[in-house]
């Protein structure tokens, strides 16, 4: 059973267009939820995160949105750039156990 | 460059076969986690181990142990291998014990491709 359902699997942008990744949970145990970056052939690297007393966190052009009450959490990526074409993973844990949605292959067109 | 460090880069064996793959974590820290990465199950948490203790267990397989040495190296071991074991094993090390008030850093990857 997938603890972290992430959508779409695939999305293509026009450079300086908004990115868009959703992600939602069920289990309200998890208190950490955070974003992954990942580049062919290259481990994933945190890009930004988020504890659910938050309802958004903006780190430059990257904001998380967070919705405690509907266990949605999503990530915009605002002004994007050819070189954030990456695979994106959203994550939960709880304790030590973390949970990874099923990756967003983000394409940005110039 | 993260600053772990993964070897081999890739491994090519047999089914039946016992590997072991090897993670050294960034200076200081003392938490290693390991993750599987493949096509049809995406990343998947597998074990942690903190200062030579283990803390944490995912989806870890029997046929799957891990280890954390003094020197805080680790050790993923693999055996018995079949074909779905063929995968992207990563390696990630934090400083602290708590995964959501540590971040995690991770290392190349090791290719595993089961024949």
Redesign the interface.
Known sequence: QQQVKQSPQSLIVQKGGISIINCAYENTAF??FPWYQQFP??????LIAI?PDVSEKKEGRFTISFNKSAKQFSLHIMDSQPGDSATY?CAA?A?????????TSLTVIP | D?G?TQTPKHLITATGQRVTLRCSPRSGDLSV?W?QQSLDQ????LI?YYNGEE??K?NILERFSAQQFPDLHSELNLSSLELGDSALY?C?SSKG?????N???????TRLTVL
């Open positions: 208190d950490y052939g290259k481990g994933p690297a945190l504890r993973f844990t304790g030590n156990q973390f949970y990874f949605g099923t990756g | 993260s772990v986690y993750y995406g990343l998947q948490f942690q803390r944490a995912g990563f990630a014990l708590e995964s959501s008030y971040e995690q850093f991770f290392g190349p990857g």
